[in-house]
């Protein structure tokens, strides 16, 4: 089956789906008759019917994120080809890959070094150069294409940027940095793992050197799995790569919705114009405040061709450490004064779509225990956010489960376990606002990543 065929029916599916929940909600109403009509305000009084419309209204703020993933999902192939190179790697910039790691799991980044190694070699790529850059000293074997590098303890920037940001920022000084601005830097943490697609990817990316950064899809359910329920859960990131990450990066070039701390790639120059040093603020979330930084600068982004691999959290509480995290950290990007309001808009919009997700939720209880009339748009557009929501999870696992490597019922159960774990990461969802509301936000929680940790307890 080609990949024209596959993204047809993908698309036929997804049609289904917000057909099916269009009708069984109530956002296309074929039986008029089938829906009781009540007067809200004498049924339950003023003030509870305005709480209830505004619970309502609330679901609207996610619809921005969903036209985008629906667009991107349906606009451009969800199945692509392998990737063909459009140019001699021999004629490729000078490239470094460069890997952040606090230095917790040595094993790990070694292993992960030599395999990205080999994978670039066998991709016919030559001129590279694998950086890692680390709080603690992991000792790596001395190799002409890995350099080692050790964040001293009393470095500090100008700004007092912490953790991930801080490190970055060390790679950048005159003192440290061995790039041109010419040169080309892939961003990875210390789990990932290139493929051969995405190093032609990459390679055709950086010779054609139209944009200055660019980011493309990490999959999680290779190898592997450790925990089903967390893969089952990140299927929904998978999707959103292919759909709103792709649409902006493909038809603005611009980072409107952010974008994700591994799979980067930039140039040299622009990253070090740009900078890291965005002080605490820009330290949670240093990848999201980096890239409205170089939005709000006038670069330009592009999406990249072929995937990466990474691990899901091994435990729901690194899954919802994880997105606690993220939520503070996007926070502190929305509320920054150094990133201009045009340019955080659409990011703002969406993060409060999440800070709301505890309110906009409890329509699944109130809609049913206390129904109310609306226009018959809200309604339609309630069961489409719905709808593109459900198969987000649907979408993610067919991308990321081999059908030939599990066969049809195992694929079809990791399907239907997607829409099942659906409820379990709402509620981590949820937890995760409400914690990340309350909680100290300048930390910088970092989750398990070596499995051999895990086998050896």
Not at 81 to 105: H, Y
Not at 323 to 335: A, D, P, S, T
Not at 368 to 391: E, R, T
Request: aromatic share 12%.
């Amino acid at each position: 089956m080609n990949s024209t065929t596959k993204h047809l029916l993908h698309c036929t599916l997804l049609i289904t789906v917000i057909v099916i929940c269009e009708v069984f909600s109530g956002g296309i109403k074929i039986d008029e008759n089938s829906f009781t009509i009540v007067d809200p305000w004498t049924e339950y009084g003023q003030v509870a019917t305005v709480l209830l419309y505004l619970l309502r209204f609330l679901t609207l703020l996610t619809l921005p994120q969903v036209l985008f993933n629906f667009c991107g999902l349906v606009f451009y192939n969800a199945f692509p080809e392998k990737v063909v190179l459009k140019g001699s790697p021999l004629l490729a910039p000078f490239i470094c890959i460069r890997v952040v790691t606090r230095g917790d799991f040595p094993d790990l980044v070694k292993m992960n070094v030599l395999r990205n190694i080999n994978t670039c070699l066998d991709t016919g790529l030559e001129n590279f150069l694998i950086e890692v850059v680390t709080d603690k000293a992991v000792h790596l074997a001395q190799h002409r294409r890995i350099r080692e590098i050790v964040v001293p303890k009393e470095y500090k920037t100008r700004t007092g940027a912490l953790f991930k940001s801080r490190a970055l920022q060390y790679c950048l000084e005159d003192n440290v940095n061995v790039l041109n601005d010419s040169d080309w830097i892939v961003h990875l943490d210390e789990e990932t793992l290139l493929t051969e697609n995405s190093v032609r990817g990459i390679i055709n990316f950086v010779l054609d050197g139209k944009h200055p950064f660019g980011q493309g899809l990490i999959t999680y359910a290779n190898e592997n799995v450790v925990n089903w329920l967390t893969t089952l859960a990140d299927s929904f990131r998978v999707s959103d790569d292919m759909g709103k990450l792709r649409l902006q990066f493909k038809l603005f070039h611009k980072p409107l919705f952010s974008w994700k701390g591994s799979y980067v790639v930039t140039q040299v120059g622009a990253e070090r114009s740009v900078s890291f040093d965005n002080g605490i603020d820009g330290s949670v979330a240093e990848d999201c405040f980096f890239a409205m930084r170089a939005f709000s600068q006038g670069y330009t982004f592009n999406f990249i061709e072929g995937e990466m691999y990474e691990k899901s959290p091994f435990t729901l509480l690194d899954l919802l450490q994880q997105r606690k995290r993220w939520l503070q950290g996007i926070l502190l990007v929305v509320h920054s004064k150094m990133i201009p309001f045009k340019h955080k808009l659409l990011l703002g919009i969406s993060v409060y779509s999440w800070v709301t997700m505890p309110l906009s939720t409890s329509n699944i209880i109130f809609a049913g225990l206390y129904p109310i009339p609306c226009p018959n748009l809200v309604d339609f557009v309630c069961a489409f956010i719905a709808a593109i929501n459900i198969y987000m999870y649907v979408f993610g696992v067919i991308k990321s489960f081999s059908l030939y490597r599990f066969g049809l019922l195992k694929f079809l159960a990791c399907v239907l376990g997607a829409v099942c774990t659906i409820p379990v990461n709402v509620v981590i969802e949820n937890v995760a606002v409400i914690w990340g509301l309350v909680g100290k936000k300048h930390k910088f929680y970092v989750v398990q990543k070596d499995v051999r940790v895990l086998e050896t307890v």
